[in-house]
């Protein structure tokens, strides 16, 4: 008899449906491009046999109130571990895998596509060439805390927070081809910032393009670069990431337009990119110290 060949995952779905339980909490809806997470909770249970196909896979581990005994197996070969706070599991894509759990747990599921790893460093890149190694009950402070972030920003205010999850997906591909790779990335050191020409493209699309959800990978092609070059030299031409940039300049932009007075409140925070008028509020008080309502009424 044939042996059975692993479920393919092939998009957030496939790998929603291999869980025992529906998440807790998921970016399905938030209009994130190349990165997905997913917070669960399951029992002690044995997942079935998978291979993700054009996603790179890490499960984090937040929280555990004592230390859990794991079976996993990844290409016929098997591994024994004890998971505990904080420690995280990588599993690449186009690998097949299987996990056996004792007890129930939280877990945090972060999936990056093939193309985004790719392109981290390299715009020219293609996906073939990251060979990331696997790793079992590892700790990494970096990639919790990203994970976290991550999570905290779906608890509180998914929509519109693309350009954030981009960047914070950047920088996890980064850290982990630099330190969970076979082939290791040559970083050049740029520095100097964007050329004027550079930076003025890049702001005026942002200017032109304020009222939609923007991305970094969107944002980098304007001057032809991979993500991380992109950040890196746009925070030291502006002193912000682009991320930061452009929630400063909405707010800038969102005071112009209450002082005028013609748009409602929620108008103004359409009009300027934010998701809603609470969000609005959220950044108006966050980087002003005031509410859009003071600001109206002079």
Known sequence: MPEAKPRAIANEDD???????????????????????????????????????????????PKTEAPIQARRTLDGRIHH????????????????HRSCWNAEH???????????????????????NVELVPHFATSDGLVLQIGLALQQ????????????????????AVHLLQNYSARQPILRDYNGGLSRRQLRQVIDYINDHLDRDLGLAELAKIVQMSPHYFTRLFKQST?????QYVIRHRVERAKELLLNGELTIAEVAY???????????????RLLGVTPRHIRQG
Request: hydrophobic share 45%; net charge negative.
């Open 15 to 61: 790998l929603i449906q291999i869980c025992d339980r529906s998440p807790i909490l998921t970016s399905f809806h938030a209009g994130w491009n190349g990165i997905f997470l997913g917070h669960f909770r399951t029992p002690a249970f044995e997942s079935p046999e998978v291979c993700s196909l054009f996603w790179h896979g890490l499960l984090i581990f």
């Open 81 to 96: 571990e004890r998971v505990v706070e904080g420690d995280i599991v990588i599993t690449p894509a186009q690998v097949g």
């Open 106 to 128: 939280d877990f945090i599921v972060i999936a990056i596509a093939s193309d985004v790893f790719a392109r981290a460093v390299d715009e020219s890149a293609e996906p073939s």
């Open 153 to 172: 920003v779906l608890e509180n205010n998914p929509q519109g927070s693309r350009l954030y999850a981009e960047t914070m997906a950047n920088a996890l």
């Open 239 to 243: 002193g912000l990431t682009p991320h």
């Open 271 to 285: 009009s300027v990119g934010f998701a809603n008028q609470s969000h609005l509020n959220r950044h108006l008080k």
